[in-house]
T-cell receptor
Framework: NAGVTQTPKFRILKIGQSMTLQCAQD?????MYWYRQDPGMGLKLIYY???????DKGEVPNGYNVSRSTTEDFPLRLELAAPSQTSVYFC?????????????FGPGTRLTVL | DQQVKQNSPSLSVQEGRISILNCDYT??????FLWYKKYPAEGPTFLIS?????DKNEDGRFTVFLNKSAKHLSLHIVPSQPGDSAVYFC???????????FGAGTILRVKS
């Protein structure tokens, strides 16, 4: 099993550009999550999905969009990138709801917006 | 409003000694607590968890203690090894379909 994979590993964007962060898991998990981690801060939930076709907002959803067309993939879309979106982004998945189940994390995408 | 606080940004311990990482929380509805470990350039990995019905959970060298009245939990690593050097995140969730809330993390350095 590859687990949770994320691409790209690094990206530099200019203000106003858009991009999609890719996330895939091969563990047949229903639940998937996107987090961001800013320096000196804990991980904050951006969006999550409880299954294909079902997504919901987390704590910091503004400026992002998600879709979940398959169980395996959960891309995160940034429209009109802003410097405040400079962060490390982690995708995660879990078999049960992640509040009480182990979440498996990808290696992260480090994004810089200049 | 930080509901989960890890007040020590870093901790340095000698190999073989005990490492104690602390975590405080403010939300009395939290009933499940987890510790994740993170190496540089990798995602966090699950380490150990504890339910609010327990006050201690042990897994090999790792023990988590929960003091509900003080809203405090701690992670003990005995004996500490250089490979334990990482960032440790405390996380908590409340009853029902609630999301995990993470602390800011503590950098542990184990010196050989």
């Amino acid at each position: 099993n590859a687990g949770v994979t994320q691409t790209p590993k690094f990206r530099i964007l200019k203000i106003g550009q858009s991009m999609t962060l890719q996330c895939a898991q091969d563990m047949n998990h229903n639940y998937m999550y996107w987090y961001r981690q800013d320096p000196g801060m804990g991980l904050k939930l951006i969006y999550y999905s409880v299954g294909a076709g079902i997504t919901d907002k987390g704590e910091v959803p503004n400026g992002y969009n998600v879709s979940r067309s398959t169980t395996e993939d959960f891309p995160l879309r940034l429209e009109l990138a802003a410097p405040s979106q400079t962060s490390v982004y982690f995708c995660a998945s879990s078999y049960l709801w992640g509040g009480t189940d182990t979440q498996y994390f990808g290696p992260g995408t480090r994004l810089t917006v200049l | 409003d930080q509901q989960v606080k890890q007040n020590s940004p870093s901790l340095s311990v000698q190999e073989g000694r005990i490492s104690i990482l602390n975590c405080d929380y403010t939300n009395s509805m939290f009933d499940y607590f987890l510790w994740y470990k993170k190496y540089p350039a990798e995602g966090p990995t699950f380490l150990i968890s504890i339910s609010s019905i327990k006050d201690k959970n042990e897994d090999g060298r790792f023990t988590v203690f929960l003091n509900k009245s003080a809203k405090h939990l701690s992670l003990h690593i005995v004996p500490s090894q250089p490979g334990d050097s990482a960032v440790y995140f405390c996380a908590a969730s409340a009853v029902g379909p609630n999301k995990l809330v993470f602390g800011a993390g503590t950098i542990l350095r184990v010196k050989s």
